[in-house]
């Protein structure tokens, strides 16, 4: 398990990207905490549940489209514990309150984690969902807007980034961060001055640090930020509302450590340091260990996200193409509306079990879908005006899932073609994230129309890999 800590982005040698002041202070409280840990593990017998003398452990929390999961791992990337939870739909007039349920979720699953093993969790950090994003007072961290969905298309802005950005740049999508910061800007006129804007993850790992105003670089690629600069552009920093971006800083950057009423209410330790998360997809790619040029991991959650490991960088708004830096390489990919929700709207979970038990996944289906759960997408093609396409639905509800899920590997496929076609690395081999990996028939058809092999992944949940995240910044501390 020790090769799940080598990938390129949990190095600790990486170049540091605007570490905290309070970086040094931090890690000298993490240095500390290992005699006190080796005590407590000790005293309460933590070796009784597989936990060594010793022994810290290290917590990942992944924010995906329908829940929230947690993973806690040793440093040789062992799981000591893991669980989920779906969030809670409450209500605030006729939309769904999500700050309240992303909050309560987080809470939650601290509850969940095994009460003896919180006082040896080192460090934590989040991931989320991309281009979710939050306004808020930059004072009090309250939202001062209902949060933008990742999805989200803000149209009434595009005309103005495409305007300031350079042609076919990564906020030239009107789902793109930097359009739903635009609508908001011209939207309001009242406290733009106190305001601050962060993506889902910086906000909920600020509930557990307090201090605001910090993001990824991960997170900010679709605000503008350029990885490969480690800055925001010019063209960016010109414009007015510039003054509400966070600070950025490299996935898994220690920020600080746990506020005191949590880790007294909860039981952490009182030296547990919160880490910079970073997004959904990347955190599921770590988890997946792809670590070579042309390796790939499609995740087949809610949506269909894909990240291909290139060794050139490749960036396209005009079909939903961006590159995430990773070390020296670069993750390129982007992702699509279609997925696992669009299958939840038609059938349960175990009608998907029994009747994909039936497909022949060696027979091509003749039905030509779009499955997209509302109108719009994003990769590989940036089309909000896209209409759903899922007629004609044929008698046999095996034929209409099979249909459906190729329709989906057909997405797939036409998204790594694109990559290729626009310098990319190309595609070898995929691994497989997000519950659509556990459809073994799903897997057959897909490594059919790609004519690659497909496996799932050995761990597949962006938890573990914002799990490993939260190891790199432990590791940076004792560097």
Known sequence: MLSSINHPLLCPSLPKHGYCSSRTRICNIV?????????????????????????????????????????????????????????????????????????QTLFLLLEDIPFHLRQIIASISIDGTSATTMILDSTTGEPLWRPFLYNESCPDALPIVKSIAPENHTVCSGSSTLCKL?????????????????????????????NLRVTDYNNALKVGYDPELDSYPPWLLSQSYSQLLPSVKAPGTPIGVLREDIRTQYGFAKDC??????????????????????????????????????TSRVDDARYGVYSHRLDDKWLVGGA??????????????????????????????????????????????ADPKMAPRLHPRPESDVEYLHGILESIARIEAKA????????????????????????EKWTKIRERVLGLPVSRAIQTEAAYGAALLALKGAQQCVQ
């Not at 709207?345 to 009608?351: A, L, P, S, V, W």
């Not at 022949?360 to 109108?375: A, C, G, R, W």
């Not at 790594?416 to 459809?439: M, P, R």
């Open 182 to 210: 635009v609508s908001w800007w011209n939207t309001v006129d009242s406290n733009k001055e106190s305001a601050a804007l962060l993506h889902q993850a910086d906000w909920l790992l600020w509930l557990l640090h307090g």
């Open 31 to 103: 240095r500390k905490k290992k005699a006190r840990t080796m005590a407590f593990a000790s005293n309460e017998g933590n070796s009784e549940v597989g936990v060594q003398v010793g022994e810290q452990l290290y917590l990942g929390l992944d924010f995906g489209t329908s829940g929230a999961r947690f993973a806690l791992i040793d440093r040789g990337g062992t799981i000591h514990a893991q669980g989920k939870r779906e969030y809670p739909l409450y209500k605030r007039k006729e939309t769904v309150d999500w700050v309240r349920s992303w909050k």
């Open 273 to 310: 340091v919160v880490c910079t998360g970073t997004t959904d997809s990347i955190a599921a790619f770590l988890a997946a260990r792809a670590t070579k040029p042309g390796k790939a991991v499609t995740s087949l959650g809610s949506t269909l996200a894909i990240k291909l490991l290139s």
């Open 336 to 381: 699509s509306n279609t997925g696992g929700a669009v299958l939840r709207q038609i059938f349960t979970d175990e009608q998907l079990e029994n009747l994909s038990e039936q497909i022949n996944p060696m027979k091509t289906s003749p039905l030509d879908y779009y499955p997209l759960p509302t109108v719009g997408e994003r990769f590989p093609m």
């Open 416 to 439: 790594y073609s694109l990559l290729k076609d626009l310098g990319a690395t190309q595609v070898e081999e995929v691994f497989t994230a997000g519950g659509g990996a556990k459809n």
